[in-house]
């Protein structure tokens, strides 16, 4: 189970490579269209979806490799029941966030498809079809962030990972 979670984000991870790209390539042919003289219509938009989708994609790989925002001058300061009490609570919240985040984003994509929404730019794409990676992306993460509260629970030596040592290999 513990590969296949890791594998998941990783994947999440590449994808999120794969979108940051697309964005990269997006703005390119935007502005070599304005150079040479022709028009692209929706790079301006397909930018933005890309990097919406390389921003939600990349949380849950980015959460298990230990790179989000943590406030370890505070947290080094606990007494270890203390911080463990503080850890359980901080996943609890996160997770109940994310899986929240999760059921909102995919009910917007679904709200999206029935409603026939389509973006307001000159290409008109069907919203759901973007917003995916949103709900895909935050989904991920609240797997991760239970996955991570399922291990501070379960050990109760359990220590916040590093850059170097996050994913089992």
């Not at 997006?26 to 028009?39: S, T």
């Not at 895909?136 to 501070?152: M, P």
Request: glycine fraction near 8%; aromatic fraction near 10%.
């Amino acid at each position: 189970m513990r590969r296949l979670l890791d594998g998941i984000y990783r994947g999440a991870g590449w994808a999120a490579g794969v979108f940051m790209v697309g964005t990269l390539a997006m703005v390119l042919a935007g502005v070599l269209g304005r150079v040479m003289d022709f028009h692209l219509r929706g790079t301006d938009s397909y930018a933005g979806f890309c990097m919406a989708a390389s921003f939600f994609l990349a949380l849950a790989h980015t959460f298990v490799k230990g790179e989000h925002i943590r406030v370890s001058l505070v947290l080094q300061q606990l007494r270890p029941k203390t911080l463990r009490v503080v850890e359980i609570a901080c996943h609890l919240l996160g997770a109940t966030l994310a899986w929240v985040l999760t059921w909102f984003s995919a009910r917007l994509v679904w709200q999206s498809h029935v409603l026939n929404d389509v973006s307001q730019g000159m290409d008109a794409t069907p919203l759901w079809v973007p917003q995916i990676a949103m709900a895909v992306g935050a989904a991920v993460l609240a797997i991760a962030v239970t996955d991570r509260l399922w291990g501070v629970l379960s050990k109760p030596d359990w220590q916040p990972p590093h850059s170097e040592t996050a994913f089992s290999e």
